[in-house]
């Protein structure tokens, strides 16, 4: 009977020998960058009339009036693996359907945690194969975007890039000098690699571009060129500012230059 007792004694002690050094190991644990757990999906099914859907304060996704031909259940997925080599400010967010598309651009507003100048909205291609930058507007701790289509987007580090990052200056590198290159990488969006013409403003890329000198639209015909002025009545061949200059005869005649 001793015996046991003992035994048990020394069976208890031994228990609490191990748990207090497993209490005091100073091992960090191992953490990878493979997304939070997140939510649980959300869905919700909109049509026609629009609507919106939202997983708690992580992202909102508003689809105006007749941006959808029928109804279609909707499904957002919090969590998931940013892209390698991504500063992210917020969770990665997939959106369901794949490659749903809208007739009338959809909106996405995410919370997000990081330097809210620096803050962007990046999107994935419809295939997932690159990411894109948004064109972004930060308010109170959230950042929208419009987007065309369903795939997967999170707020990141608008000045920085990572590998299969698409738009970021590489489409117009040819049309900017590279102070204006620099300035689009960090503060322009990415409609600009177009020749913006639609959203937002062109305007936009004035106000970024004012301490890096002249910026050159390379127009390549009237309608290009029109489609790169601040007014849309040719005013990039002869803004008085001088941001933009225009680079072809043909730009040139239309404007009257």
Not at 210 to 238: F, I, M, Q, R
Request: with cysteine; net charge neutral.
């Amino acid at each position: 009977m001793k015996l046991r007792r003992s035994l048990g004694a020394f069976g208890r002690g031994m228990a609490l020998v191990v748990l207090m050094a497993a209490c005091s190991s100073t091992t960090p644990p191992t953490v990878t960058d493979s997304g939070s757990p997140g939510l649980a999906p959300v869905s919700s099914s909109i049509g026609p009339t629009g609507g919106s859907v939202a997983a708690g304060e992580v992202v909102t996704l508003t689809i105006p009036a007749n941006a959808l031909p029928s109804a279609t259940n909707i499904t957002l997925s919090v969590g998931g693996a940013s892209p390698a080599g991504a500063s992210r400010f917020s969770e990665v967010v997939t959106f369901e359907p794949a490659a749903t598309t809208f007739k009338t651009p959809a909106t996405v507003s995410f919370g997000f945690t990081g330097d809210a100048a620096r803050a962007a909205v990046f999107w994935s291609s419809s295939d997932g194969a690159t990411w894109e930058k948004l064109a972004t507007t930060v308010v109170g701790g959230r950042a929208t975007a419009s987007i065309t289509h369903f795939s997967r987007g999170f707020v990141g580090d608008g000045a920085g890039t990572f590998p299969g990052l698409a738009g970021g200056g590489a489409k117009c590198g040819a049309s900017f000098t590279e102070g204006c290159f620099g300035c689009y990488q960090r503060a322009c969006p990415t409609e600009f690699a177009k020749c913006f013409g639609d959203k937002p403003a062109p305007g936009a890329i004035v106000g970024a571009c004012k301490s890096y000198g002249e910026c050159v639209c390379a127009c390549t015909s009237p309608e290009d060129c029109k489609k790169c002025s601040l007014d849309a009545t040719c005013g990039a061949c002869n803004e008085s500012s001088g941001l933009f200059t225009c680079a072809t005869k043909a730009c040139a005649s239309a404007c009257g230059g």
